[in-house]
């Protein structure tokens, strides 16, 4: 069974400062991750993806994740966060042996002080 | 750029009705789905359906959920006869393929079902 575990269930950074958002998955076979976001009222947006081709992988508004087999982790950075960065981040994974479903983490609430 | 939406963005019923949440995925999708998050807790998966078939579902996903694809558009989730625990948001998803270059999912706005 996969799972999916993000480290922090609030997160608040200054604005301009790095965002770190922790995840850490566990799974039998190579994964495929997703990082999405929700904001108030909205649905959740793919923010980036990993297929297994590069293990560094760039997303919207200038997020970036990297895979790291031997930890196991994919965690989410932004080097300079902004204020409308605000919001609830979610961790996802599904695998090859999996269908295609995914399984989400418990979200991160991502809070940018002025 | 094509979205998908759900109708309606709020449901409050009573328990033991029956209620249909609908969702019109991205046009060209083949692979649909349906999640739910109840309050504070983690997006859980329900159910995939592919080529008019249900090709996954979850443990959630018992004799009182089903879904259908009416026409070439529409996707819905029904539920039979609803409990209080079935209180959450509901999301709709679509991915154009399964392939590792086409599975990302894209999620609809979500329905808030309420069970009064």
């Known amino acids: 069974a996969q799972s999916v575990t993000q480290l922090g269930s609030h997160v608040s950074v200054s604005e301009g400062a790095l965002v770190l958002l922790r995840c850490n998955y566990s799974s039998s076979v190579p994964p495929y991750l997703f990082w999405y976001v929700q904001y108030p009222n909205q649905g959740l947006q793919l923010l980036l993806k990993y297929t297994s081709a590069a293990t560094l992988v760039k997303g919207i508004n200038g997020f970036e994740a990297e895979f790291k087999k031997s930890e196991t982790s994919f965690h989410l950075t932004k080097p300079s966060a902004h204020m409308s960065d605000a919001a609830e981040y979610f961790c996802?994974?599904?695998?090859?042996?999996?269908?295609?479903?995914?399984?989400f983490g418990g979200g991160t609430r991502l809070m940018v002080k002025p | 750029e094509p979205e998908v939406t759900q109708t309606p963005s709020h449901q409050v019923t009573q328990m033991g009705q029956e209620v249909i949440l609908r969702c019109v995925p991205i046009?060209?999708?083949?692979?649909f789905y349906w999640y739910r998050q109840i309050l504070g807790q983690k997006v859980e998966f329900l159910v995939s359906?592919?080529?008019?078939?249900?090709?996954?579902k979850s443990e959630i996903f018992d004799d009182q959920f089903s879904v259908e694809r009416p026409d070439g558009s529409n996707f819905t989730l029904k539920i039979r006869s609803t409990k209080l625990e079935d209180s959450a948001m509901y999301f709709c998803?679509?991915?154009?393929?399964?392939?590792?270059?086409?599975?990302?999912?894209?999620f609809g706005p979500g329905t808030r079902l309420t069970v009064t």
């Open positions: 996802a994974v599904s695998s090859h042996n999996a269908g295609n479903m995914l399984t």
């Open positions: 359906f592919y080529n008019n078939e249900i090709s996954e």
């Open positions: 046009s060209n999708h083949l692979y």
């Open positions: 998803a679509s991915s154009l393929g399964g392939g590792s270059a086409s599975r990302e999912q894209y």
